[in-house]
């Protein structure tokens, strides 16, 4: 009697009690497995696809911004137009990260110089309102995120999608917890939640937070949104400096 209601209990329960058993509830397991891959295969196939193909047209319909853009900042401070630094990406992978030169030369080392008037409070990330390295024209490309154009690049080469969290600096990862470094456990990108929430102006706990929260629910559905949401984040210049 016993054997018996302990055999009905594990049969409402879906417990295998046989080789057989076992070997089906492998196969499966195996088969929502691939199927799971396949899905995650197809929608990393479509927004690689959406990425080359939004790059491409954001680079040839900004042309005549960058031309424009180009020749204002030389003229100002003379010098490279571009603004080349290594970024960390997916897994921990380095790579060359552009923007357009918003500083005056020699930026990095006077950054040095500045690490005790940092305002973020986290210690993490640097971001300080009047920067003193900040050119005029620097202060309204980075107020409309103008200077984040050349980014398109890296997102036509790869290295960058259009949605994803925003690629830090080897010295911030350098004091990542183990929970920051989930960050990097998909494609960074030009957007992702805080870039419209606030931007500079939310802390870095919360920067983890929301990014974590972006890797938790990224899809085709939440990338679009997040899209829309950059436009006016963009236009009203919330939280850029």
Same mark, same amino acid.
């Given at each position: 009697?016993? *054997?018996?209601?302990?055999?009905?209990? !594990?049969?409402?329960?879906?417990? /295998?009690?046989?080789?057989?058993?076992?070997?089906?509830?492998?196969?499966?397991?195996?088969?929502?497995? *691939?199927?799971?891959?396949?899905?995650?295969?197809?929608?990393?196939?479509?927004?690689?696809?959406?990425?080359?193909?939004? $790059?491409?047209?954001?680079?040839?319909?900004?042309?005549? #911004?960058?031309?424009?853009?180009? #020749?204002?900042?030389?003229?100002?401070? /003379?010098?490279?137009?571009?603004?080349?630094?290594?970024?960390?990406?997916?897994?921990? =992978?380095? %790579?060359?990260?552009?923007? %357009?030169? $918003?500083?005056?030369?020699?930026?990095?080392?006077?950054?040095?110089?500045?690490? +005790?008037?940092?305002? $973020?409070?986290?210690?993490?990330? %640097?971001?300080?309102?009047?920067?003193? =390295?900040?050119?005029?024209? &620097?202060?309204? @490309?980075?107020?409309?995120?103008?200077?984040?154009?050349?980014?398109?690049?890296?997102?036509?080469? &790869?290295?960058?999608?259009?949605?994803?969290?925003? /690629? /830090?600096?080897? =010295?911030?990862?350098?004091?990542?917890?183990?929970? +920051?470094?989930?960050?990097?456990?998909?494609?960074? &990108?030009?957007?992702?939640?805080?870039?419209?929430?606030?931007?500079?102006?939310?802390?870095?706990?919360?920067?983890?937070?929301?990014?974590?929260?972006? #890797? =938790? *629910?990224?899809?085709?559905?939440?990338?679009? #949104? @997040?899209? !829309?949401?950059?436009?006016?984040?963009?236009? %009203?210049?919330?939280?850029?400096?």
């Amino acid at each position: 009697m016993l *054997s018996q209601a302990r055999r009905e209990l !594990l049969e409402s329960l879906n417990v /295998p009690m046989s080789k057989a058993d076992v070997t089906q509830l492998k196969k499966q397991q195996q088969h929502r497995i *691939s199927s799971w891959e396949r899905n995650m295969k197809m929608l990393l196939f479509i927004k690689r696809v959406l990425d080359v193909v939004l $790059s491409a047209t954001a680079i040839l319909m900004a042309s005549p #911004i960058f031309i424009v853009v180009a #020749i204002c900042i030389y003229v100002e401070n /003379p010098g490279p137009i571009f603004y080349t630094q290594t970024r960390v990406g997916l897994n921990g =992978r380095t %790579f060359p990260f552009y923007k %357009f030169r $918003s500083m005056v030369m020699g930026a990095d080392k006077l950054k040095d110089e500045l690490l +005790d008037q940092n305002e $973020s409070g986290d210690g993490v990330i %640097f971001k300080m309102k009047n920067d003193p =390295r900040i050119t005029r024209i &620097g202060r309204f @490309i980075r107020r409309f995120s103008i200077d984040e154009m050349p980014q398109f690049l890296n997102v036509f080469i &790869g290295d960058l999608s259009i949605v994803g969290p925003r /690629p /830090p600096v080897p =010295r911030e990862v350098a004091e990542y917890t183990l929970e +920051d470094r989930k960050r990097l456990h998909i494609k960074p &990108g030009l957007t992702c939640f805080w870039q419209i929430q606030g931007r500079s102006e939310i802390p870095f706990d919360e920067q983890v937070r929301l990014d974590l929260q972006y #890797i =938790r *629910s990224s899809g085709p559905l939440s990338d679009l #949104i @997040i899209m !829309l949401k950059t436009v006016p984040a963009v236009l %009203f210049g919330k939280g850029a400096y």
